[in-house]
């Protein structure tokens, strides 16, 4: 899958949650920290970014409400534990 | 029930915050030496003060208790609750009198709960700004944090001086004297940690955790600013300038409960 396409994604899912800069912060250093680069990114690097954004998310709205918020995501970009 | 609890709860807050200081500028006005008189108007800043601080705390436990046993803003749910919660009594103790029409006493037994709300609020908030750093958001460098806690407690000290002096100066009996010194000095320090949380919580200005969070901070910041005027007009005698107080109180603890209240939409939605 195309990174960028793959970040925009999920950038945009969880806009409206933590606002449009961080979400493009925390995206962007997890991604560095996971190795993510132009311009492929795989399944289970997907995948481990969803989960990492995911932790961050529970301290908001909870495990259940951020897992349900990105179970759909997983779904859409195939992500793969 | 909460829909509509939501619902209500702008535009009530806009009337009455509007109310009282339309109550302070114009106070000779038909509306308040007639059907509004000062002793109604306490009446019900004290009745609106109750159910703003009580959907506060309510809110802050529910918040506590939608969340997981391990997550890490769960004890800071409590605190903020516990803290408002505190509020929520000393504010009764003072509505015995007010719902008569007497004059509150000062000092009173709510003062012991006030005092206590504060170090309850700043454990909370501190408990909020280390939860949400340990979540793994990118917040700045460490630096930054303490640049920023060593200006604001240097603007908080600047501030407590010149609040302070029209206190001390003042003829007062030696309790009420200390009772209107500390709650300006719990404010200033209370200040703080509001500063490094409103800090963190800016980075996320645009979406519905931000919205929240600046809709909480700034109603502490109205509820510094009511302390403030209440100690500067009790040393200085300014009875007339209460009014402001209550709008002040009223404004600031509308927008806590409301932001309690975004937290708990996001939880639920």
């Given amino acids: 899958m195309v990174t960028a396409e793959a970040v925009k994604e999920i950038v945009a899912a969880i806009t409206p949650f933590i606002g449009e800069n961080m979400a493009r912060s925390a995206t962007r250093v997890h991604c560095e920290k996971l190795g993510i680069a132009e311009p492929n990114v795989t399944p289970e690097q997907v995948a481990m970014l969803i989960a990492r954004l995911e932790t961050g998310l529970r301290v908001f709205m909870g495990r259940d409400k951020a897992t349900s918020l990105m179970q759909p995501l997983r779904a859409k970009l195939g992500a793969v534990s | ?172 009996p030696p309790l009420d004297k200390a009772l209107s010194a500390a709650y300006p000095l719990l404010d200033m320090a209370l200040l703080v940690p509001l500063a490094l949380l409103l800090r963190t919580t800016w980075h996320f200005r645009g979406g519905s955790v931000g919205t929240a969070w600046i809709l909480v901070l700034t109603g502490f910041v109205f509820m510094c600013a009511g302390d403030v005027l209440f100690a500067y007009f009790t040393a200085l005698g300014l009875t007339g300038l209460d009014p402001f107080v209550h709008g002040a109180y009223i404004l600031s603890y509308g927008l806590i409960a409301g932001g309690v209240r975004q937290h708990l939409a996001l939880l639920a939605s």
């Fill in chain 2, 1 to 172: 029930m909460n829909r509509a609890i939501d619902r209500a709860l702008w535009p009530s807050l806009s009337a009455a915050t509007l109310l009282f200081v339309g109550w302070g500028i114009v106070p000779r006005a038909a509306l308040f030496t007639t059907v509004l008189s000062p002793g109604r108007l306490i009446a019900v800043a004290s009745l609106v003060k109750l159910t703003l601080l009580s959907l506060g705390a309510l809110g802050s436990w529910r918040a506590r208790a939608a969340l997981d046993a391990d997550n890490p803003v769960r004890p800071a749910w409590a605190l903020l609750a516990s803290s408002l919660l505190c509020d929520v009594i000393g504010q009764a103790v003072l509505a015995r009198y007010q719902l008569q029409g007497e004059q509150s006493p000062f000092p009173s037994a709510g003062d012991f709960f006030w005092l206590l709300a504060y170090p309850l609020a700043g454990a909370a908030l501190v408990r909020f700004v280390s939860a949400y750093h340990r979540a793994g958001y990118p917040m700045g460098s460490r630096a930054e944090r303490v640049s920023l806690l060593a200006v604001t407690a240097a603007v908080c000290a600047a501030l407590s001086f010149v609040v302070l002096r029209p206190v001390v100066l003042a003829e007062m």
